[in-house]
Each structure stands twice: as C-alpha cells, then as structure tokens.
C-alpha cells in the first residue's frame, strides 16, 4: 500500500550536519503517513479558463490585467512549443508568434473554473480543498483501496482531465502543502511515507514554495536554490530573518505542524417537481401546485437560513418541450408568499402552448440572508428596508423587466450622453453632483423632436456645445431657452453651422 | 421669572392638550405663500395630491423639486424610491442631480398600457418603499382615486397624480387638489379642494 516511485529512496536522511533547522523535534515521523493528499496543479489555468480546449489548436495566451507592458501570465502549449513563456511582454510574444491569439486574463473565469475543478475533485473524496489561485487539494487516503493505489488514482485524474483539455499536474503527498510543492514542480511523484519528504528536498526548486520575490531573491543571494538548501539553514535565524510564517510553512509541509484546511462545500440548491393530479390547461390551475411546491422551497430556505436571488419553474407539456420561466429577484428573499404572488403574475402572462402535466422548480445558488425581526409597531411598511426591493420585483413581474429602471448622470458634455439608463438603487452619487453652469431641463425628450411652432416664442441663448468629434458621434449644436406662450419653458437648439432646422430636446418642467 | 416655568413646560413628562397638533403630517413646499394656504403647513404626507396641468412640463416639477430634496433625504438609513410613473419624457438625470436629488433612488416606471400606471401606482403608494409617487394618468374612476388614496394613507407615502384640467370638474377623494396655469412670469396655483382648508389661490409661484 505505502509506495513510492522508485525516483527517491524511500528513506532519505537528508541531515548530514545537526543544523536546528531539521533536528526532528517529534520522534513521530511514523512511516505510513496519517492522510495523504493529491495535489492537481494548473500552470495553464488562466489561459484554459478562457479558451474551452476545442479551440487550443491556436496558439494562444492570456496577459495581466492592468499592465502596460501586457505581460504574458500563461499560454497554451501550442504557444509554449512556439517559445511563448509566460513573464514575456506581449510585444516579444508577438513578434515570435504573430498568429498569437491573445486575451486579457478573467480573474472571475479563473475562480470558476477552480470552483468547478473543486467539484470534479469529489469524485475521488469528500474532502476536497481548493488552493486559488490554481490549485485543488483532495484528502484521498481513504480512497486509495476504491481506485487501486496513489499511481492508479492518479492516472485516472488525469485521464480526467486531459479528457477535459486542462493541462495538470499531479502529486500525492502526507502533508497538502508538500503535495503542492510536488504539484509545482511538476516532478509527477506519489509520496506515501512521511520520512520520504526531506530526501525530496534537493529536488524541490524554491520557485514551487510561491514566496515572495524579493524572499527568493535574498536566499538566492545566499546560494540557496533549492529546498534542501533551505533546510540547512538554522531554525532560529531563518525565523528571525525571514519572518516565523515562512518557518511554519515549511514545517506544515515537512509534517512537523498540523495545518487545517477548508473544506470545499458544493452549495446546496432546491430542485423539486410535482406532477399534478389532473393536466391543467389554465394558469390559475396551477395554483395549487404551484403553493405547495414553494412551501417546500420555503421551509428549505428558512431550515438553512438562506434567501434565493432566484429560481426556474418548469412547466412540464406531454408530448412539449417544457415552458420555462425565470424569475429573477432585486434582493435574496426566502418568502413562499411574496414568490408565488411574483410566479402568478409571471404565470398569468404567459400563453401555456399545451397542458401542463407537472411543475419543477430549481433555484440556483442560496445566499445568506440577515432573518429580519417581525416588527409589532411600525407594521412593516415604512422602516422595511425590504420594501423596496419587494416593490422593485413586484413591478417587474407585471410590467416586465425593462419597463422599470432608474437613471443616472453621467459626467459628459453631450446632453443625450449625459445621463444613462442604471439599475435602480444603484450606489448613491458622489454629492454634491456639479451643477452646469447653464442649467439643465428636468425633462428630456428620447429623440430630439422638429420644432417649428414659433408663435409668441421668446428666445434666450445660446449656449453652444461641441463635443464628441473623437467618438463619431459629433455634436455642435447651439442650445437655447424658448419661452412659449402657454408658459413652457423648451430647450431648443440648432445644428451648426445653422443649416439645419430647429429641435426640441428638453423641457424645464 | 419665567425660566423655571418654561424649564417646568419643556419637561418631556409633562403633557399639555393644546400641545397636540391638529391635521395631517406635511412636509414644505418650499414656496412660503404656498404653505400659508395648506393646512399643517406643506404637501400632506400619506395621502394623495391631485394636480391638474394644462401641458406638460408648466413648472410642475419645478413645484415639487423642494419636497422632492426633503423627502429623498429623509431616513438615510433606509433610504426609499421616488417612483416616477409614466413620466410624460424621461427625468434627466444631471439636472435632477444639480438640483440635489439623488439620482440613485429614482425608479422610473413606463408600463405599456394605461391602466397598468394606475395599478403601478398603487403598488408603490401602498409598499411603503417610496418617499414620493408621482403619477401621470389619464383616465382615472373614482373607485380608482379612492384605492390610491387609501394606498397612500396605508403605506405612508405622497403620491401626486398629475391630471389634465379637464377632469376639474369630476369629484375626487384626493385630499389636495390643485389646478396649475402657467404665466411667463410664474405658475399659478389655484386650491381646488383641500381637506381641513379652504380653496384658495396662489399666483406667480414658481418663477422661472
């Protein structure tokens, strides 16, 4: 059971002098290690994370953001047989590959994809533990029996793997942080003894521990290039020089410290389905359905304390694909009530093509919602900071999502690209908001109007704007005030130089 | 002499009768001569305002502005929508801004059909999640005006319905009604009813 690659001798006394580095303070050092963990490493995770492996027949590469130079941080192997490596400038990195596709990194993509591999790691343990930034460590000891052994495992991940296009590489070790090590330096190794790991040192470069640059650079300059340099370095001076986590680090990888990892949880979500007792043909039949299906959704949400940002119904046909409905949420809520009122008005306008012969519904993510006191006095209404979410989800139900929205200025000259169509409660306005010198109409039309209704018009101005030439959307116009007879004041204006006719484009409310 | 009785009059655990206010809970109008002629003082909170314009866009906005900056103020630790509902043009933002409304809590609402402004209204008068309602409708029944008020006064919200001045003449159960005509040299505000007041009239208000 406990093996190893015939790569390093199993027992490797890697003291030569009694240096207080690796004096073992534990006689322990058992030699069938406790837990053993499979290390995966990514080194062309953000590369991967934008590019589905259908399409690494390119080359490819993936730069830093905010970075002028645009530095290479990882390319696919097409590119790195090409002589891509990640560090270059993306200005070499063209002039070697000129074909490169290049793309700017996705931090987001990238924790979704490690996400995602966390899940794939729970196929071989439940105690998986995701290493960001590229990283998935697995507690398979216990697993070891099922698959066959540390090598069969490992084959079988990574046959998992490169089935799904990621470039991996994979070790086992008693410790996560020396698995990880292992991973790095892509020695492709499966330690199962805990006395293995000192030998290992020698063949450990210090670019696998991640520590600071200017660390690497300073133990560089003391000739030290490799682990088992590092750990003939004296304990105490190391410390003081280096700081003590570092220290604490290398003993959590040797095994001389305890160090607990998070555990990777796959969130929970809500899928249920009902099939109804008889087909209904009209939304108000499905009511019923409908009611006991998120009073089950409710009683889940309230056991874990949690709201949904939203959820699918399905409406299930006979012989019909299933009508599908998604109703989003302004804020996480858990109340059953409040969702079948939003369902029925979803429900009410929408056409059912068929019959329908079940409901199924399914929310996605659960998010932690703050339980909100029942208040006696204030009767919900005014001190609710959940009413006006409710309110925003209630309009949105009816009127559709579009017919809602709120507006927000923009800093800009043109008066039709100064304000923006903005989610509504979006984050309040740097107050206070610079006043235009020129004041603004509070109406504004959506398309500048003709105008040419001049009787009793009295006219003031003008105040001219031109702007906007860079972008292809050039204005020069001369704006002026219009006082008409009724006693509406209009900001009108007129394209220059004065060819064109008059338009109306405000009205000062 | 009076100082130990006016400290005796302050002490919060005594109660006077005539301390008690009567009428509604207002907020100003910002315009003074407005003020003197309403009852409490200000726009009636929790209640609905009908107001009757020739056309759009005479300077009832201009009217509301002041309320409007009083109320969107109010409780920054929940702060609430003013919900605009079937504007007749978009609210433009930067002057809204520079008039020092926080653009953040405007919700505009531009439903497709009619009666869905009416019922829009009443969703956002009675959520209590607005400061402010403003609503422009055409066709409204007495049944209708009679929900939005009771809305109003359920969810602790001012809602203004802005009307053209061809309904002067139907009854409302709004409880301020007021009629709007514009002038080069400001807008004049005729009461038209106003509950626990007397119609009167108020001219060149708001200059331009």
Known sequence: ?509 | MTDPLAALLRHPRLWRGGSVTPGPATVPTGFRRLDERLPGGGWPLSALTEILVPAAGVGEIRLLLPALCTLAADRPEAPRWIAWLAPPHLPYAPALAAAGLDSSRMLVVRPRAGFDVLWAMEQALGSGACAAVLGWAEAAGDTVLRRLALAAEEGQSPGFLFRPPRHRDESSPAALRLSLSAHADGLDVEILKCRGGMPARVTRLVRP
């Not at chain 1, 204030?378 to 009413?387: C, I, N, T, V």
């Not at chain 1, 008409?484 to 006719?501: D, H, K, S, Y």
Request: aromatic share 6%.
């Open chain 1, 1 to 509: 059971m406990s093996e190893s690659r015939p790569a390093f001798p199993a027992t490797a006394p890697a003291v030569r002098q009694p240096s207080l580095a690796l004096v073992p303070r534990r006689a322990a050092a058992t030699a069938a290690a406790r837990e053993l963990w499979l290390a995966a490493h990514f080194p062309r995770l953000p590369i991967e994370a934008l590019l589905p492996a259908a399409q690494s027949v390119r080359a490819a590469a993936a730069t830093a953001t905010d970075d002028p130079r645009r530095t290479i941080v990882s390319c696919n192997e097409r590119a790195a047989r090409q002589g891509i490596r990640p560090g270059m400038g993306l200005a070499a990195a063209l002039a070697l590959v000129p074909g490169l596709r290049v793309e700017e990194r996705q931090p987001a993509a990238e924790v979704a994809l490690l996400d995602r591999l966390a899940r794939w790691a729970l196929q071989f343990t439940p105690v998986v533990s995701p290493e960001p930034p590229d990283a998935v460590l697995a507690e398979v000891k216990g697993s070891l029996d099922l698959f066959g052994g540390a090598m069969a495992l490992c084959r079988r991940a990574l046959a998992g793997l490169s089935g799904s296009g990621l470039g991996a590489s994979l070790a086992i070790a008693p410790t996560p942080r020396a698995a990880l090590w292992l991973a790095r330096a892509e020695l492709g190794m499966t330690v199962t003894r805990s006395d293995a790991l000192p030998g290992l040192a020698a063949r450990l470069p210090l670019s696998c521990l991640r520590w600071p640059p200017q660390t690497v650079a300073a133990l560089g300059e003391l000739g030290i290039r490799d682990l088992a340099g590092l750990l003939r370095l004296p304990r105490a001076e190391f410390a003081m020089r280096f700081g003590p986590e570092l220290l604490d680090e290398l003993d959590a990888g040797l095994g001389r410290r305890r160090e607990p990892r998070r555990r990777h949880v796959v969130p929970e979500r809500f899928d249920d389905r009902l099939d109804l007792p008889c087909e209904a043909a009209t939304a108000i039949r499905l009511q019923p359905a409908l009611g006991r299906l998120l009073a089950n959704l409710g009683a889940f949400l309230r056991a874990r304390a949690c709201g949904i940002p939203g959820l699918r119904l399905d409406l299930l046909h006979r012989t019909r694909m299933p009508t599908r409905l998604r109703l989003g949420l302004a804020r996480p809520s858990s109340d059953a009530g409040e969702l079948q009122w939003l369902l029925s008005e979803r429900l009410a306008r929408c056409p059912l093509p068929a019959p329908v012969t079940a409901l199924r519904l399914r929310t996605g993510m659960l998010l932690p919602i703050a339980p909100r006191d029942a208040n006696l006095l204030a009767r919900g209404s005014s001190a609710d900071p959940e009413a006006t979410a409710r309110l925003l989800d209630r309009l949105r139900a009816r009127l559709g999502r579009d017919a809602v929205f709120g507006v927000c200025p923009v800093p800009e000259h043109r008066p039709e690209r100064a304000w923006r169509i903005a989610e509504p409660g979006g984050r309040p306005l740097p107050a206070p908001w610079p006043a235009t010198a020129p004041p603004r109409p509070l109406w504004m039309l959506a398309e500048p109007q003709p105008f040419d209704d001049w009787q009793g018009v009295q006219v003031s101005g003008p105040e001219r704007i031109e702007s906007g030439w860079w972008d292809g959307h050039d204005v020069r116009r001369d704006y002026y005030v219009a006082w008409t007879r009724a006693g509406v004041r209009l900001w009108i204006f007129r394209e220059r130089p004065p060819a064109g006719g008059w338009f109306l484009h405000g009205v000062f409310g």
